[in-house]
C-alpha cells in the first residue's frame, strides 16, 4: 500500500504539480516516506515547517528566523526554488471562515502561486485538513495509507527485538501468534500498535505478546473516533433461532472470503454482503453479529447520523474518514443497521451536503471490493421501511442477495422460545414449548416479543420467589400484543412487496395471523 503511495507522489513530482495535500494520522512515516522520493524530483532541497519549530532544511539543524508561525513559514517559503516544502499540522484557519478572512489564507494563495513559477512542491500533512475555496483548484489530495500486513511485521520485529533486549523471560511469538497480533493491529496508526504490544507485555510481567489486549486498544482507538463502534459478542448461528436461507448462504460464501487468493484465481468475485429487509424485531441485527462470527470477522457498526456535522466540510470528512478506518481493520464486516433511516433526508435544502455524501458512499459500496491489492468489506445493512430505501440500494449488483426476514414460522418459534429458556438456566423440556410455539405464531410474535414474554414471566416469577411455570409464559404471551397486530397493514405491505423483490430469509408459514388464537 505504501508503494502505491510513492509511485502516486512520484508522478506527481515528476509531473510539476505545485500543491499537494495529504490527510493522514500517520505523519511522522510520511514524512519519512516523501523525504526519501522528493530530492529525486525536486534537488534543491527538502523543508519542513512545524508549529513553534518553523521553517528548516531537512539537513540542517535550526530554523530560519520569523517563521515559527505559519504567517512566517509561507512568506518563507517564497525563497526557495525547486524544492518541496511540507508543512505539518499547519491549518491555523477556521472551517467557517468566510473567503478572504483569514491572514494565512491570503498569503497561502500567494505562496501556491510563487511555488507553481519557481518549480516548487508545497505539501500540507495532517490528520485533518479542510480545504479553502481559495485554493480548491489548486490542490491535489493524495492518500496515506494505514500500516499494512507488511509494515505491521516489521513493527513487530522492531518489538520483539527490544523485549528481547529488556526481558529474559521473554518468549516471542511464533507463526500462527503472530498473525493473530498483526490482524488485530490492523487498524492501528505505527505508534498505536507498537503501543498496544508493549501494554501487552507489561501486563504479562514481560512473558509475551498478546493479541486479545491488541485487540481492545484498538476497540478503544475506534470508539474514540465516535463515527465506529467494534461490535464483540459470541452470538453463533445455533443461537438464531430460523432464519436458515440465510445462514445456509453465509456458510457457501465463507470459503471465498477465507481463501480470496483461490477465489480470485478461479474469477469468482469478492462477496459485497446482503441485505435484510423485515418486520422490526424479527433478529436481522443479531444474525448480523453472528454472521461476522461465522466468517471469524471483526465487526463494525456504522451509524450513518454520526456522520453528518454543522460544521463546513465536517460531513465529508468524517465520510472519507470512515471509509479509511473501515478499510485500514479490513477484512471485516460492516453492519449499518436502519439504513434507510440514514439517507432518508437526502436533498438539496443542506447545500448538497447529504447528496455529497450519499454519493461517496454508492460509490465505494460499489466499488469496495474490486481492487485486488486491499481486503475485503462484506456489508450488512438492515432495513424495516422498504418504502424509505432509495432505489440505488435495491438495483441489481449492489448487494450479493436481498433477503426477507418475517415472522417466524411455527418451528422458528419452537427454537427461539428453547434457546430464552436455556439462556435463563431452564430446561425446555419441563415446559409445553410446541403449545407455547403455535399460540406465539398464531398471534405474530417476532423473535424480540417471544425472548420479551419469557424474560417477563421469569420476573413474575422471582418477584414471588418461586420457579418459573407454564402459566406465567402463558400470562406473558397472553397480555402481549405484539407489532403484527399494531401494524398489521403496514406488515402486509412488506410482504407483498417482498414476494417478488426479496428473497425468504427462511422457510414461509402461510397461517394467518389471529390475536384470539392461544390454544394452549
Request: one cysteine or more; hydrophobic letters at 40%; glycine letters at 6%.
Given at each position: 500500500?505504501?508503494?502505491?503511495?510513492?509511485?502516486?507522489?512520484?508522478?506527481?513530482?515528476?509531473?510539476?504539480?505545485?500543491?499537494?495535500?495529504?490527510?493522514?494520522?500517520?505523519?511522522?512515516?510520511?514524512?519519512?516516506?516523501?523525504?526519501?522520493?522528493?530530492?529525486?524530483?525536486?534537488?534543491?532541497?527538502?523543508?519542513?515547517?512545524?508549529?513553534?519549530?518553523?521553517?528548516?532544511?531537512?539537513?540542517?539543524?535550526?530554523?530560519?528566523?520569523?517563521?515559527?508561525?505559519?504567517?512566517?513559514?509561507?512568506?518563507?517559503?517564497?525563497?526557495?526554488?525547486?524544492?518541496?516544502?511540507?508543512?505539518?499540522?499547519?491549518?491555523?484557519?477556521?472551517?467557517?471562515?468566510?473567503?478572504?478572512?483569514?491572514?494565512?489564507?491570503?498569503?497561502?494563495?500567494?505562496?501556491?502561486?510563487?511555488?507553481?513559477?519557481?518549480?516548487?512542491?508545497?505539501?500540507?500533512?495532517?490528520?485533518?485538513?479542510?480545504?479553502?475555496?481559495?485554493?480548491?483548484?489548486?490542490?491535489?489530495?493524495?492518500?496515506?495509507?494505514?500500516?499494512?500486513?507488511?509494515?505491521?511485521?516489521?513493527?513487530?520485529?522492531?518489538?520483539?527485538?527490544?523485549?528481547?533486549?529488556?526481558?529474559?523471560?521473554?518468549?516471542?511469538?511464533?507463526?500462527?501468534?503472530?498473525?493473530?497480533?498483526?490482524?488485530?493491529?490492523?487498524?492501528?496508526?505505527?505508534?498505536?500498535?507498537?503501543?498496544?504490544?508493549?501494554?501487552?507485555?507489561?501486563?504479562?510481567?514481560?512473558?509475551?505478546?498478546?493479541?486479545?489486549?491488541?485487540?481492545?486498544?484498538?476497540?478503544?482507538?475506534?470508539?474514540?473516533?465516535?463515527?465506529?463502534?467494534?461490535?464483540?459478542?459470541?452470538?453463533?448461528?445455533?443461537?438464531?433461532?430460523?432464519?436458515?436461507?440465510?445462514?445456509?448462504?453465509?456458510?457457501?460464501?465463507?470459503?471465498?472470503?477465507?481463501?480470496?487468493?483461490?477465489?480470485?484465481?478461479?474469477?469468482?468475485?469478492?462477496?459485497?454482503?446482503?441485505?435484510?429487509?423485515?418486520?422490526?424485531?424479527?433478529?436481522?441485527?443479531?444474525?448480523?453479529?453472528?454472521?461476522?462470527?461465522?466468517?471469524?470477522?471483526?465487526?463494525?457498526?456504522?451509524?450513518?447520523?454520526?456522520?453528518?456535522?454543522?460544521?463546513?466540510?465536517?460531513?465529508?470528512?468524517?465520510?472519507?474518514?470512515?471509509?479509511?478506518?473501515?478499510?485500514?481493520?479490513?477484512?471485516?464486516?460492516?453492519?449499518?443497521?436502519?439504513?434507510?433511516?440514514?439517507?432518508?433526508?437526502?436533498?438539496?435544502?443542506?447545500?448538497?451536503?447529504?447528496?455529497?455524501?450519499?454519493?461517496?458512499?454508492?460509490?465505494?459500496?460499489?466499488?469496495?471490493?474490486?481492487?485486488?491489492?486491499?481486503?475485503?468489506?462484506?456489508?450488512?445493512?438492515?432495513?424495516?421501511?422498504?418504502?424509505a430505501l432509495r432505489p440505488e440500494f435495491l438495483r441489481k449488483g449492489r448487494w450479493d442477495e436481498i433477503f426477507f426476514v418475517d415472522l417466524p414460522n411455527v418451528l422458528e418459534c419452537r427454537n427461539i422460545l428453547s434457546i430464552h429458556l436455556k439462556l435463563r438456566n431452564e430446561d425446555p423440556n419441563n415446559f409445553k414449548v410446541a403449545a407455547f410455539a403455535e399460540a406465539v405464531h398464531s398471534k405474530g410474535f417476532t423473535g424480540s416479543e417471544i425472548e420479551q414474554a419469557i424474560v417477563t414471566a421469569k420476573y413474575d416469577a422471582y418477584d414471588e420467589?418461586?420457579?418459573?411455570?407454564?402459566?406465567?409464559?402463558?400470562?406473558?404471551?397472553?397480555?402481549?400484543?405484539?407489532?403484527?397486530?399494531?401494524?398489521?397493514?403496514?406488515?402486509?405491505?412488506?410482504?407483498?412487496?417482498?414476494?417478488?423483490?426479496?428473497?425468504?430469509?427462511?422457510?414461509?408459514?402461510?397461517?394467518?395471523?389471529?390475536?384470539?388464537?392461544?390454544?394452549?
Amino acid at each position: 500500500m505504501t508503494t502505491q503511495f510513492s509511485d502516486e507522489l512520484t508522478a506527481k513530482l515528476a509531473a510539476g504539480f505545485y500543491c499537494l495535500g495529504i490527510r493522514t494520522p500517520r505523519i511522522e512515516a510520511c514524512r519519512t516516506e516523501i523525504i526519501k522520493i522528493a530530492p529525486t524530483k525536486r534537488p534543491q532541497g527538502t523543508f519542513i515547517w512545524r508549529l513553534g519549530d518553523g521553517l528548516k532544511n531537512v539537513t540542517a539543524k535550526e530554523a530560519a528566523s520569523d517563521t515559527e508561525d505559519l504567517l512566517g513559514g509561507l512568506i518563507a517559503c517564497r525563497k526557495t526554488m525547486r524544492s518541496t516544502v511540507i508543512f505539518e499540522n499547519a491549518q491555523t484557519w477556521r472551517e467557517d471562515d468566510p473567503p478572504g478572512a483569514s491572514a494565512e489564507i491570503a498569503a497561502l494563495t500567494a505562496t501556491i502561486e510563487y511555488c507553481r513559477n519557481a518549480g516548487n512542491t508545497i505539501i500540507f500533512v495532517g490528520p485533518r485538513f479542510t480545504i479553502p475555496p481559495e485554493i480548491q483548484h489548486h490542490i491535489v489530495m493524495l492518500d496515506f495509507p494505514m500500516p499494512d500486513e507488511s509494515c505491521l511485521n516489521g513493527i513487530l520485529d522492531q518489538s520483539i527485538k527490544v523485549c528481547k533486549k529488556y526481558s529474559s523471560v521473554f518468549v516471542a511469538p511464533q507463526n500462527g501468534e503472530r498473525d493473530a497480533l498483526v490482524q488485530a493491529g490492523k487498524g492501528l496508526t505505527d505508534f498505536e500498535f507498537e503501543n498496544a504490544l508493549m501494554l501487552s507485555v507489561v501486563k504479562h510481567v514481560g512473558l509475551h505478546m498478546d493479541p486479545t489486549i491488541v485487540q481492545r486498544e484498538k476497540v478503544a482507538g475506534i470508539k474514540r473516533s465516535s463515527l465506529l463502534e467494534i461490535v464483540e459478542r459470541p452470538t453463533t448461528f445455533d443461537d438464531v433461532g430460523g432464519l436458515e436461507h440465510v445462514k445456509q448462504f453465509i456458510l457457501r460464501r465463507k470459503k471465498v472470503i477465507k481463501n480470496l487468493k483461490k477465489a480470485r484465481e478461479a474469477k469468482l468475485d469478492v462477496p459485497k454482503g446482503i441485505m435484510l429487509i423485515g418486520v422490526p424485531g424479527a433478529g436481522k441485527s443479531f444474525i448480523s453479529i453472528a454472521i461476522a462470527n461465522a466468517l471469524e470477522l471483526p465487526l463494525l457498526s456504522l451509524d450513518i447520523g454520526r456522520l453528518f456535522g454543522s460544521l463546513v466540510g465536517q460531513s465529508e470528512q468524517n465520510t472519507r474518514t470512515t471509509i479509511e478506518i473501515i478499510e485500514s481493520v479490513a477484512p471485516c464486516c460492516l453492519l449499518i443497521e436502519e439504513i434507510e433511516k440514514g439517507f432518508s433526508g437526502t436533498s438539496e435544502h443542506d447545500g448538497g451536503t447529504s447528496m455529497r455524501v450519499f454519493g461517496t458512499f454508492l460509490t465505494w459500496l460499489q466499488d469496495r471490493n474490486r481492487d485486488a491489492d486491499k481486503s475485503p468489506v462484506f456489508i450488512i445493512a438492515t432495513a424495516n421501511d422498504v418504502s424509505a430505501l432509495r432505489p440505488e440500494f435495491l438495483r441489481k449488483g449492489r448487494w450479493d442477495e436481498i433477503f426477507f426476514v418475517d415472522l417466524p414460522n411455527v418451528l422458528e418459534c419452537r427454537n427461539i422460545l428453547s434457546i430464552h429458556l436455556k439462556l435463563r438456566n431452564e430446561d425446555p423440556n419441563n415446559f409445553k414449548v410446541a403449545a407455547f410455539a403455535e399460540a406465539v405464531h398464531s398471534k405474530g410474535f417476532t423473535g424480540s416479543e417471544i425472548e420479551q414474554a419469557i424474560v417477563t414471566a421469569k420476573y413474575d416469577a422471582y418477584d414471588e420467589d418461586r420457579n418459573l411455570t407454564n402459566d406465567d409464559i402463558k400470562k406473558a404471551v397472553t397480555s402481549t400484543i405484539p407489532l403484527a397486530v399494531t401494524m398489521r397493514e403496514r406488515i402486509a405491505t412488506l410482504r407483498e412487496w417482498a414476494i417478488t423483490r426479496a428473497r425468504p430469509a427462511s422457510e414461509g408459514d402461510d397461517t394467518p395471523i389471529n390475536p384470539r388464537n392461544l390454544a394452549l
